[in-house]
């Protein structure tokens, strides 16, 4: 079942002629993703190619989900334009919309959550590293691949994963593989303070999905995301669940790389959020090295 | 990105909200002129006060021994001296560090009579994704302090960011401070510029902190902004080129400003082990991991997605220009880029840098064999770590000597 997304998911990619867009599109193509529509304002029309494929693009997300009955999105629209982007493909009905872009002014994503109220999409990110439900082939091939995560170091399997990085994400996927142990599905769901789904959302799939057995949490510094998550998990959790938190080395008021990213006025600590994850019986990774160790501990 | 108080004010009178008369003076005589002038214009107090982008001014010390970095006085000829002793020396606050921070700009401003101290601030709530408006009867002290002490004197008020900030909003934090008659109405007027300030200006924080009633020119009560802090979205910085203007490249770290020049993300911190790292997740978890096998991260570091030759010549150089460092830890997770090409990279910077210190590099993902391989011939003494934890017990060993 996986969440979220299956490989049948139909895929289109706001943004797919830009350079950052396109390569992921082709890296997404080559893992057997179901793209089948790309949408550049302006180049409606033409066709992006690749290795056999010829994928048409068109000039709004309306047309290209009415043409070729696209669900889902993958934003990999600049900045200024991103929240924009978001917006459309939420008034064109689509199920997910999966907003890859770093540095989205925090202002725009106020607004576009706010516009969002009440309507059925679900938005993940900004700033994330996208969705792998992996496949049955080789290296996982043949899965649904949403963002930038490289496909290859998945594995089809009962692992959630769930994280607000994405090269902690690609770590803790790579330590269950390395293992043998299979992945549902893998969320990234972004680095900023306003984003679509959080932790919870996610955690609250995963729990009710029965191909999940069991979760990694990975949550940093800032915000109270993961608390709400633990808090949660503790009076509904029906799964083991192992976490990490990144940045109990950070000083205080210091973004660290993410816009979320920030111990400020004595919130959003790492030790905080460690001692939530605790009190809700989560495993806690003492390294970022132990987070597949800890949950296969656990089960 | 930070302001000075002086910045902050002139963007809050732009959206309407009342401050204090004010000059802004980089020299003494530009003080003295100042202050003759407030003096002119009714001002029986003024008050000097240090520009840097730290708080705790009025506590700090200057290194020259000069207590305050605000102070009261009363004449021109004061405000000249108080110029002098405090411009061009470095004031050393609660939240400088030791280092301090040299003094460069001061505001000469009109201190009113102040009657009564409140707290204001406009922020984003992370758990609603909407603006929030703060306001408490305590002000002039540390909010953080309030909130823990005393919760039930913070007043809180979200706002629908369609709608923005309503005038019953208004009156209702006007009730909940206290404020009758026309202070509810200035009150109210304020709140709805402050607010303003938030949004137009993008600013990821608006704090007035005090927010003060005092005794207007004509006798009658009046609400000002006497101190105001502004913090603003980075990420939004590209559509407002005048506070763009407001940055002050002197409050920020040389070696931070270097580093962003190559689009790395570089934080110094205290310790001895420096890090290199891909992605800002990683790089946080691979200080923390450094802390837990004993030792310290000297810096944090994220090279980003690419990490190419030039971003990590660069980012050598800037981490071995803090003569903390003791050794190197590059952790890479080379999902989609090819760690050969990242191995070449490091190999190159190492020549380039004539690196002496000990360098311990893991890398994982793409190609990675191959990646091993050309550190492994490339000659020079690096020691490869298999995971993370490996490479950072081993890095840690290197200062253990």
Redesign the interface.
Known sequence: MAILVTPQTKLLVQGITGEFGARHARLSLDYGTQLVAGVTPGKGGQFFEHGGHKVPIFDTVADAVKQTGATASAVFVPPPFAADAILEGVDAGLDLVVAITEGIPVRDMVRARQAMTGSKTRLIGPNCPGIVTPGTGKDSHGGCRIGIAPGYIHKKGNIGVVSRSGTLTYEAVWQLTSRGVGQSTCVGIGGDPVNGTSHLDVIKLFMADPETKGIIMIGEIGGSAEEEAAEWIAKNGTKPVAGFIAGATAPPGRRMGHAGAIVSGGKGTAEAKISAFKAAGIGIAATPSDMADTLLKMM | MNIHEYQAKQLLKQYGVAVPDGEVCKTPAEALAAAEKLIAGGQKMLVVKSQIHAGGRGKGTFKSGFKGGVKLCKTAAEAHDLAKAMLGNVLVTKQTGPDGRLVSTLLVAGAPNIKKELYLAVL?D??T???LVMASTEGGVD??EV?EKTPEKIVKEQI???LGFQPWQGRKIAAALGLKGDLANQCGKLLAGVYKTW?EA?A?MVEINPLCIIEGADGKDQLVAVDAKIGL????L??HKDIQAMRDLAEESPLEIEASKFNL?Y?K?DGSIACL????????????????YGA??AN?L?VG?GASKDQVTAAFKIILSDPAVKAIFVNI?G??MDCNVIATGIVAAVKETGLTLPLVVRL???NVIAGKKTLAESGLTIISGD????A?QKAVKTIAK
């Open positions: 984003l992370r758990a994704s909407r603006p909010i953080e909130a629908d960011p369609a949004w993008d990821s979205d980075d990420n939004a590209y559509r993300n934080i911190l790292v891909n992605g800002a997740g990683l790089a946080m978890a691979t200080m923390d991991i450094i802390q837990h310290s991260p944090f994220d997605g997770f999902g989609i994982e993902g793409n995971s993370m934890a490996d950072a």
